[in-house]
């Protein structure tokens, strides 16, 4: 996804989340909307929000919040939906808000490694720099990663 | 297999796809004609597709099926003729001679490691045939071409209204050691209607086909003609001597004449049907599916308006115009939903064959009737429901008639009647096996099921006879007393049964020991959209689809009891598990804490009843499915999801697994149990989901 060789420019879409600012590679977003009425499926984990009609599409969406272990907060009118492309499948990601779109240099970026050593942090990319803010850039791969995906169906199996 | 080097894969695409017809129509007529003497119409269809095998593979150089095709020809040519009777002998070698074109095809595909060797079959049809050889190509003098003055009439009006036309005579001849006249022939007069058009020929094409061409040829085109270049592509036809052009000179002037309606030659016809991709009409109904969708949300968006603007012209004028769109995307969903429609007897073709080849394996014989194969129905349909089919009549003719001597010991004609047959009912085709056999026997299930584990003593007990043998739908409970390779290893039944359900179908049967058995296969029309009905619970709206709906009714609190912790109500004298949406979707459930009628919607699969508990009901609808997508995966009780009028999602409820997690859960033995006033302490769908 982002070319680490070299100083490359990269675009971030950055957004709010429990007060911490988080980026994502541009590429991989295809839109952001508002917040709009989510159908509940069930039998899927808490953090599946449900899903939506996008244009004629049926899209699932996640709360991020619930995905990261953050205490859930109401709704408001900051609240969007980031609709990400993760390996051909399209999801929308419940954030805070959507403050900015950052062109960032690759020196800039971090490994996480040098900052953060949990046992959760397999969705980070790494920490961009930019003046005096940090910004937790996700590798959205993982934040749904195949373990998650198949602990999704799992969890509709064992519901049954 | 040595083909001609000029064939290109576009070549071989058209024969491939042609040929796969001609088998097809083989593979349905051929059984038809045995033992019978009115068939002449059947003879003749089977003779033109061998026929035209024969031709079409000889321009491919396909030397092995065009030697078939002939050896098949001469002997159809006998019993067309009246002297040879389509006798056993007859309709075996001919079938046998099918599959060897089936593997002579198959071989173009994918070349096999040694070659096809069709002397054998070749024998057997001469064998049957009487030994009789194959017919030489007739060697007639020169021919003259003399138009008709209606072909004059034609060519000359041709020219006066095309400026840069021309009419031109093509004469061409044979090599003596010309083997396949006819189709050289043949392929000289597509050249020919390639480069113009053709008025006449001599010989016709209908002379062409019945072989009566000799040597030579002449015939008339018009047209914007290259000669020269017209004559190099008649030269370049195999086996052509000799080719020449010259201006056809219209001998006098006809144009007082009036033309006579007399068919002018052949080659003149114009295309009526196109070959298109079944994948582009797949897309096609994918964007018809958005505009459905769009449908919906226009009008609602224009009811809306209307409410709000009453007296605004403009939206007057809106509401006219969405109200056309609204009607021209629904003929729009309706004709091309008429294009991907097929009759379902494209699947039928292979099954008198089927049939035929099963009984004569077991010994038993077997009339069979197939019926209404005309019956459209949607072609993803189609493609699955062939297998369940193909299952439901080996197990027909396998367990279901009797071998003659039991027939006559029961005093039933020695040949067992199965029939296929499909037909439309409700918005819905049915397709129907039924064989007079011996039917199923409910106590052999019953014991089956005991001795196999699936149900205790007194569970198999307590079941109705239908119950019971409904037990035939469990995987692995068969109650064959031999295992042939043709079924009797249970397994099928049950893979019927889900293969129907998963298209949103279900399966029933009918039997009565001693009198046969019928399966009905209940198929949706189409798989693009689904009728529903939508219903709201909790909040969210559901869609029901139709073919699980049997009626929506209140019901009076009162009359919902408590059973075992099982809610169950009494619908016209049958005691009926209620099952809440809420619970069975997986969310808290608020029970009961209404006083007044509770909303059901009394759905079935198979038939197995339950009564749905509903906040309320919304209205009937055409919906398209939509998935739920990977990344949600299967989720037990839904089907997949809709987009609504309003913009919203409904989830698509799959009826035939809640009805099954509903029996998990022991509701119907609670049922049963104030049905039949005798308390029953297990289930049959328990054991079948714990096996």
């Given at each position: 996804?982002?070319?680490?060789?070299?100083?490359?420019?990269?675009?971030?879409v950055?957004?709010?989340?429990?007060?911490?600012?988080?980026g994502?590679?541009i590429?991989?977003?295809?839109?952001?909307?508002?917040?709009?009425?989510i159908?509940r499926?069930?039998?899927t984990p808490?953090f599946?929000?449900?899903?939506?009609?996008l244009r004629?599409?049926v899209?699932?969406?996640?709360?991020?919040?619930?995905?990261?272990?953050?205490?859930?907060?109401?709704r408001?009118?900051?609240?969007?939906?980031?609709?990400?492309?993760?390996g051909g499948?399209?999801i929308?990601?419940v954030?805070?808000?959507?403050t900015?779109?950052?062109?960032?240099?690759?020196?800039a970026?971090?490994?996480?490694?040098?900052?953060?050593?949990?046992?959760?942090?397999?969705?980070l990319?790494?920490?961009?720099?930019?003046?005096?803010?940090l910004?937790?850039?996700?590798d959205?791969?993982q934040?749904l990663s195949t373990?998650?995906k198949?602990?999704?169906?799992s969890?509709?199996?064992?519901?049954? | 297999m040595?083909?001609?080097?000029?064939i290109?894969?576009?070549?071989?695409?058209?024969?491939?796809d042609?040929?796969?017809?001609q088998l097809?129509?083989?593979?349905e007529?051929?059984?038809?004609?045995?033992?019978?003497d009115?068939?002449s119409?059947?003879?003749?269809?089977i003779?033109r597709?061998a026929?035209t095998?024969?031709?079409?593979?000889?321009?491919?150089?396909y030397?092995?099926?065009?030697?078939?095709?002939?050896?098949?020809?001469?002997?159809?040519?006998s019993?067309?003729?009246?002297?040879?009777?389509?006798?056993?002998?007859?309709v075996?070698a001919l079938?046998?001679s099918?599959d060897k074109l089936?593997?002579?095809?198959d071989a173009?595909i994918?070349?096999p490691?040694?070659?096809?060797?069709?002397s054998?079959?070749?024998?057997?049809l001469?064998?049957?045939?009487?030994?009789k050889?194959?017919?030489?190509?007739?060697?007639?003098?020169?021919?003259?071409l003399?138009?008709?003055?209606?072909?004059?009439?034609?060519?000359?009006?041709?020219?006066?209204?095309?400026?840069?036309?021309k009419?031109?005579?093509?004469?061409?001849?044979l090599?003596?050691r010309?083997?396949w006249?006819?189709v050289?022939w043949?392929?000289v007069?597509?050249?020919l209607?390639?480069?113009?058009?053709?008025?006449?020929?001599?010989?016709t094409?209908?002379q062409?086909e019945?072989?009566?061409?000799?040597?030579s040829?002449?015939?008339?085109v018009v047209?914007?003609i290259?000669?020269?270049?017209l004559?190099?592509?008649?030269r370049?036809v195999?086996?052509?001597?000799?080719a020449?052009?010259?201006?056809?000179?219209?001998?006098?002037?006809?144009?007082?004449?009036?033309a006579?309606?007399?068919a002018?030659?052949?080659?003149?016809?114009?295309?009526?049907t196109?070959?298109v991709?079944?994948?582009?009409l797949?897309l096609?109904?994918n964007?018809?599916?958005?505009?459905?969708?769009?449908r919906?949300?226009?009008s609602q968006?224009?009811?809306?308006?209307?409410?709000k603007?009453?007296d605004?012209?403009?939206?007057t004028?809106?509401?006219?115009?969405s109200a056309h769109?609204?009607k021209?995307?629904?003929?729009l969903?309706?004709?091309v939903m008429?294009?991907?429609?097929l009759p379902i007897g494209?699947v039928?073709g292979?099954?008198p064959?089927?049939?035929?080849?099963?009984?004569?394996?077991?010994?038993k014989?077997v009339?069979f009737?197939?019926k209404g194969?005309?019956?459209?129905?949607?072609r993803?349909?189609?493609?699955r429901?062939r297998?369940?089919?193909?299952?439901?009549?080996?197990?027909?003719?396998?367990h279901?008639?009797?071998?003659?001597?039991?027939r006559?010991?029961?005093?039933?004609?020695?040949k067992?009647?199965?029939?296929?047959s499909a037909?439309?009912?409700?918005?819905?085709?049915?397709?129907?096996v039924s064989d007079d056999g011996?039917g199923i026997?409910?106590?052999?299930?019953?014991a089956?099921a005991?001795?196999k584990g699936?149900?205790?003593?007194?569970?198999?007990?307590?079941?109705t006879?239908?119950?019971?043998?409904?037990?035939?739908f469990l995987?692995?409970?068969?109650?064959?007393k031999?295992?042939?390779d043709?079924s009797g290893?249970?397994?099928?039944?049950?893979?019927?049964?889900?293969?129907?359900?998963a298209?949103?179908?279900?399966?029933?049967?009918?039997t009565?020991v001693?009198?046969?058995?019928?399966?009905?296969?209940?198929?949706?029309?189409t798989?693009?959209t689904v009728?529903?009905?939508l219903?709201?619970?909790d909040?969210g709206?559901?869609?029901?689809?139709?073919?699980?709906?049997?009626?929506?009714?209140r019901?009076p609190?009162d009359?919902?009891?408590i059973?075992?912790?099982?809610?169950v109500?009494n619908?016209?004298g049958t005691?009926?598990?209620l099952v809440?949406?809420?619970d069975a979707?997986?969310?808290?459930?608020?029970r009961?804490?209404?006083t007044?009628?509770?909303y059901v919607v009394?759905?079935r699969?198979?038939?197995?009843?339950?009564?749905?508990?509903?906040?309320?009901?919304?209205?009937?609808?055409e919906i398209?499915?939509?998935?739920?997508?990977n990344?949600i995966?299967?989720?037990?009780?839904v089907?997949g999801a809709?987009?609504?009028?309003?913009?919203?999602?409904?989830?698509?409820?799959?009826i035939?697994?809640?009805?099954?997690?509903?029996?998990q859960?022991?509701?119907f033995?609670?049922?049963r149990?104030?049905?039949?006033?005798?308390v029953?302490?297990?289930?049959?769908?328990?054991?079948?989901?714990?096996?």
């Open positions: 996804m982002a070319d680490t060789t070299g100083s490359t420019e990269q675009q971030l950055v957004f709010d989340l429990n007060n911490e600012a988080y994502v590679d590429e991989s977003v295809r839109e952001i909307i508002r917040l709009q009425e159908t499926v069930p039998r808490d599946v929000e449900g899903v939506i009609n004629g599409k899209i699932p969406v996640v709360e991020l919040r619930k995905r990261f272990g953050l205490p859930v907060q109401d408001n009118s900051e609240n969007r939906i980031v609709n990400v492309d993760i499948q399209e929308g990601m954030v805070d808000a959507v900015e779109v950052l062109r960032i240099s690759s020196d970026v971090e490994p996480p490694s040098s900052v953060i050593t949990t046992a959760d942090s397999g969705y990319k790494g920490i961009a720099k930019i003046d005096d803010r910004i937790i850039m996700l959205l791969d934040v373990d998650e198949a602990a999704l169906s969890a509709s199996l064992d519901a049954a | 040595n083909l001609d080097p000029d290109t894969q576009e070549d071989l695409q058209v024969f491939l042609e040929a796969e017809e097809q129509l083989l593979d007529n051929i059984v038809a004609i045995e033992g019978r009115d068939s119409d059947l003879i003749q269809e003779f597709a026929h095998l024969k031709g079409s593979s000889a321009m491919l150089g030397q092995e099926m065009t030697d078939l095709g002939h050896a098949m020809e001469t002997l159809l040519d019993v067309r003729k009246g002297s040879l009777a389509p006798t056993t002998n007859v075996d079938l046998h099918l089936r593997l002579l095809k173009l994918e070349p490691d040694k070659p096809i060797d069709v054998d079959v070749v024998a057997e001469n064998a049957a045939g009487g030994g050889s194959a017919v030489p190509v007739k060697t007639i003098a020169v021919v003259e003399k138009l008709t003055d209606a072909e004059q009439a034609r060519v000359t009006e041709f020219l006066k209204t095309q400026v840069k036309a009419a031109v005579l093509v004469r061409a001849t090599t003596d010309c083997e006249g006819a050289r043949f392929q007069l597509g050249e209607s390639e480069a113009g058009q053709l008025i006449a020929s001599n010989p094409q209908q062409i019945e072989e009566e061409a000799g040597t040829l002449e015939a008339v047209g914007e290259d000669e020269e270049e004559v190099r592509h008649v370049a195999a086996d052509i001597a000799t020449e052009i010259e201006e056809y000179r219209v001998e006098s002037d006809s144009s007082g004449s009036k006579s309606s007399t002018a030659g052949a080659g003149t016809k114009t295309a009526q196109i070959r991709d079944v994948e582009r797949d096609m109904m964007v018809i599916g958005e505009l459905v969708i769009d919906g949300r226009i968006i224009g009811r809306d308006l209307e409410a603007y009453r605004e012209s403009l939206v004028e809106l509401s006219k115009t769109i609204v021209a995307v629904t003929e969903q309706d004709r008429e294009i991907r429609m494209t039928f292979g099954f064959r089927l049939v035929r080849d099963l009984a004569q394996s077991l010994d014989k009339e009737e197939v194969q005309d019956t459209e129905i949607d993803t349909v189609i493609e429901v297998d369940p089919i193909v299952h439901l009549l080996r197990n027909a003719v396998d279901g008639l009797e071998v003659p001597e039991d006559r010991k029961a005093r039933k004609s020695e067992g009647v199965l029939t296929l037909y439309h009912e409700q918005g819905h085709i049915v397709v129907e011996k026997d409910p106590d052999a299930l019953r089956s005991v001795k699936f149900l205790k003593k007194e569970a198999a007990t307590n079941l006879n239908q119950e019971a043998c409904e037990l035939v995987a692995g409970n068969s109650t064959a031999q295992t042939t043709v290893r249970g397994v099928g039944m049950d893979i019927v049964r889900s293969n129907i359900e298209i949103g179908g279900f399966v029933s049967l009918e009565e001693g009198k046969g058995t019928s399966f009905k296969l209940r198929l949706p029309l798989l693009a009728q529903s009905l219903v709201q619970s909040g709206i559901f869609a029901i689809p139709l073919v699980y709906v049997l009626e929506t009714r019901v609190k009359d919902v009891h059973v075992n912790h099982h809610e109500f619908l016209r005691v009926l598990p809440r949406l809420t979707v997986g969310w808290e459930s608020r009961s804490q209404k007044d009628d509770e009394v759905v699969a198979g038939e197995t009843q339950i009564g749905l508990v509903v906040d309320s009901v919304i209205e009937p609808q398209v499915v939509k998935p739920l997508g990344f995966g299967d989720v037990r009780g089907a809709s987009i609504l009028g309003d913009g919203g999602v409904a989830l698509i409820l799959d035939a697994t809640m009805i099954n997690m509903a029996r859960k022991g509701a033995s609670a049922a149990s104030l049905d039949a006033e005798n029953a302490d297990d289930e049959p769908a328990e054991a079948a989901a714990a096996a």
